[in-house]
């Protein structure tokens, strides 16, 4: 079983940068792709970046392209998500999500299958 810690929620006014992080323990990310999710309050809950641990290949929403970047360390276990340029849309609770590979859950399919969440972290963007 994976167990999921999402950190680096927090209070930021617009134009600033955060990065979040999800450190995995229970069991290694290899062989898994990892996903970040959010879901804003009285909103759906989004796709917002995925990472594929196999190969590197990412994937990024439209709302998020150029402004947030997913990165994997191996060593630590750990994938991170930079926000740079942050915006009022961007406040929402953030999840780390893990899924099993071959995953046809992460972007850009963004089907509701993901195997393991993290209890999410809240990142909220001041104007």
């Known amino acids: 079983e994976v167990r999921l810690v999402e950190s680096g929620g927090g209070l930021v006014q617009a134009g600033g940068s955060l990065r979040l992080s999800c450190a995995a323990s229970?069991?290694?990310?290899?062989?898994?792709?990892i996903a970040w999710f959010r879901q804003a309050p009285g909103k759906e809950r989004e796709g917002v970046s995925s990472i594929r641990r196999n190969d590197g290949r990412t994937y990024y929403a439209d709302s998020v392209k150029g402004r947030f970047t997913i990165s994997s360390d191996n060593a630590k276990n750990t994938v991170y998500l930079q926000m740079n340029n942050l915006k009022p849309d961007d406040t929402a609770m953030y999840y780390c999500?893990?899924?099993?590979?071959?995953?046809?859950?992460?972007?850009?399919?963004?089907?509701?299958?993901?195997?393991?969440w993290g209890k999410g972290t809240l990142v909220t963007v001041s104007s």
């Open positions: 999500a893990a899924d099993r590979e071959p995953s046809t859950n992460i972007g850009p399919f963004w089907a509701d299958g993901m195997e393991y």
């Open positions: 229970g069991s290694s990310f290899d062989g898994y792709a």
